[in-house]
């Protein structure tokens, strides 16, 4: 069982719609957890951060984790093609004192017009 | 700017021949890290520093060594390269106050072994 794991996609979605991205993991002692947006031939970028079960939200994006079925989504609403990229979900883990970031494989986004 | 710094950006050479990746952040950040970004794999970690003189092996560390002799700076070493170690190549930082998980990255490394 992969540590991280995140359905490859492509996720289609038209634009103005809502966009869902899940994540699960299988360290149950994972305290951090966060998604990073990938542009194609780009660099990472951190886009969320959460820590606590729940959901949190940061303009048009949303973070949602539940520790104990050990998921984590990003939700994205009103999409633009500007958010068409790869989505990775990384998990800070218990083994390495917490400094241990795994990262899943990500699911591509496609917004379409 | 605020900016993590990788050089070369592009790299082709030969099996056998060391080669180092220089990396520098700006940010006065203590924690740094390498990984490597393979198709179908994802982003594996090789090693990290939480600070100076501090270093410790990731998931896939085999083939490479790091130093951490300045905070700035975190060069990736390797001693003979293979062709199996022909990937894209991130060097990110982060303060250890915000966690290890809020990475920023350079801009990436493409490194072809013949």
């Known amino acids: 069982q992969k540590e991280v794991e995140q359905n490859s996609g492509p996720l289609s979605v038209p634009e103005g719609a809502i966009a869902s991205l899940n994540c699960t993991y299988s360290?149950?002692?994972?305290?951090?957890f966060f998604w990073y947006r990938q542009y194609s031939g780009k660099s990472p970028e951190l886009i969320m951060s959460?820590?606590?079960?729940g959901d949190k939200e940061d303009g048009r994006f949303t973070a949602q984790l539940n520790k104990a079925s050990q998921y984590v989504s990003l939700l994205i609403r009103d999409s633009q093609p500007s958010d068409s990229a790869t989505y990775l979900c990384?998990?800070?883990?218990?083994?390495?004192?917490?400094?241990?970031?795994?990262f899943g494989t990500g699911t591509q986004l496609k917004v379409e017009l | 700017e605020a900016q993590v710094t990788q050089n070369p950006r592009y790299l082709i050479t030969v099996t056998g021949k060391k080669l180092t990746v220089t990396c520098s952040q700006n940010?006065?950040?203590?924690?740094m890290s390498w990984y490597r970004q393979d198709p179908g794999l994802g982003l594996r970690q090789i090693y990290y520093?939480?600070?100076?003189?501090?270093?410790d092996k990731g998931d896939v560390p085999e083939g490479y060594k790091v130093s951490r002799k300045e905070k700035r700076n975190f060069p990736l070493i390797l001693e003979s390269p293979s062709p199996n170690q022909t990937s894209l190549y991130f060097c990110?930082?982060?303060?250890?106050?915000?966690?290890?998980?809020?990475?920023?990255f350079g801009e990436g490394s493409r490194l072809t072994v013949l």
């Open positions: 990110a930082s982060s303060l250890i106050s915000r966690g290890t998980g809020e990475l920023f």
């Open positions: 520093s939480m600070n100076v003189e501090v270093t």
């Open positions: 360290d149950r002692g994972s305290q951090s």
């Open positions: 959460i820590y606590s079960n």
């Open positions: 990384a998990v800070n883990g218990v083994t390495g004192g917490g400094n241990k970031l795994t």
């Open positions: 940010m006065n950040h203590e924690y």
